[in-house]
């Protein structure tokens, strides 16, 4: 099982006639040996916990979260951070409180390191009834954040604006569904909002998550000029779309997020056809090859520049 069979069951799963039955699918596979990429154990376990959570299996899922957790016991990454917040979340639906809450106190700080930090541990929160201590971790997340930074005039030109702003975001609409009136977070919130849907709408719809490193991108514009017109103007632009359309997403709730890179040379037919463009990107994003998203701030980016994250895709998500 490769690490692209685990993202079609984790886009399937739910849907599937026996979710539970993949559930276990899932675990035997780590048991067994059967995981392409051992370190992919974490990843597989999370997943069965969420389609026994789906299914309200509680113990099930539990046991599930609780090996997850274990499998993640090493690391301290975004993955680890959202495998404790899933067994918080099943916990709490469990009636166990105060061992929910237990696991969620030492995500905290994962709040100002992560993008998708901020939406993991508030749906935990909130599933517990939580909605106001999330609230207060948010405010808490987003004051550390505004105060670490060197040149706080513009908020938006600051390098982690795209940290800021998930957390703003979340907060905002938190706090709208608690119905507590706007402060200036929330409007700088909007702000941020209107300008990345002004951005969004100014680089056309972003259909997929098809990667083209920068050699890749090169070529392809070498080989089809008359791209620059209905695609991406450079390979800015295109690492910016992206980046743009993974912040969308991670503010629906999606997490497990990657990239998927293309070639030159995979690519069947005309790529100034979107159409051809989408069925290529279709058939990447079931292949081997993914780049997870989002990087550490201080990690190497996921566009392959070199750069740290925080220099370099993060703050695109600007536009
Ligand atoms: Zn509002
Ligand atoms: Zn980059």
């Known amino acids: 099982m490769t690490s692209a069979d685990l993202s079609d069951i984790r886009q399937s799963a739910l849907g599937a006639a026996d979710p539970l039955g993949v559930a276990a699918v899932l675990a ?67 009636g166990r409180a105060d061992e929910a809450m237990a696991e969620l106190e030492p995500l905290r700080p994962l709040l100002t390191r992560y993008p998708d930090a901020a939406a993991y541990v508030t749906v935990a929160l909130s599933v517990g009834g939580q909605n106001k201590l999330a609230e207060q971790w948010l405010t808490e997340a987003v004051q550390a954040t505004l105060t670490e930074r060197d040149q706080p005039a513009d908020p938006a030109s600051a390098e982690d604006a795209g940290q800021l702003f998930f957390l703003l975001q979340q907060r905002h609409r938190l706090r709208h569904a608690l119905g507590l009136p706007h402060d200036t977070h929330d ?20 259909d997929d998550l098809l990667f083209w490193p920068q050699a890749e991108f090169d070529r392809l514009l070498a080989k089809w000029p008359a791209l620059t017109e209905s695609y991406d103007k450079n390979w800015d632009d295109h690492r910016a779309r992206l980046e743009r359309e993974l912040v969308r997403l991670t503010g629906t709730g999606r997490v497990g997020l990657a990239v998927f890179p293309g070639t030159v040379d995979g690519l069947a037919g005309d790529a100034t056809d979107a159409k051809v463009r ?7 994003e079931t292949g081997t090859n993914r780049i997870s998203w989002p990087p550490e701030r201080n990690a190497a980016c996921w566009c392959g520049s070199g750069n740290k994250y925080k220099k370099c895709c993060l703050p695109r998500s600007r536009g």
Do not use: C, M, W
Not at 39 to 63: H, M, P, Q, V
Not at 278 to 284: I, V
């Open 28 to 94: 035997e596979a780590v048991d067994s040996g059967g995981l392409a990429d051992p370190d992919d154990a974490g990843y597989a376990l999370t997943l069965a916990a969420e389609i026994a959570e789906s299914r309200t299996k509680l113990d099930a899922a539990l046991r599930y979260a609780d090996r997850a957790v274990d499998a993640y016991k090493t690391r301290d990454d975004t993955q680890a951070g959202a495998a404790h917040a899933l067994r918080a979340r099943i916990l709490f639906r469990s």
């Open 187 to 206: 409007n700088l919130a909007e702000r941020l909002e209107t300008r990345l849907a002004n951005a969004a709408a100014a680089g056309g719809p972003a």
């Open 278 to 284: 989408a069925a290529y990107a279709r058939q990447q």
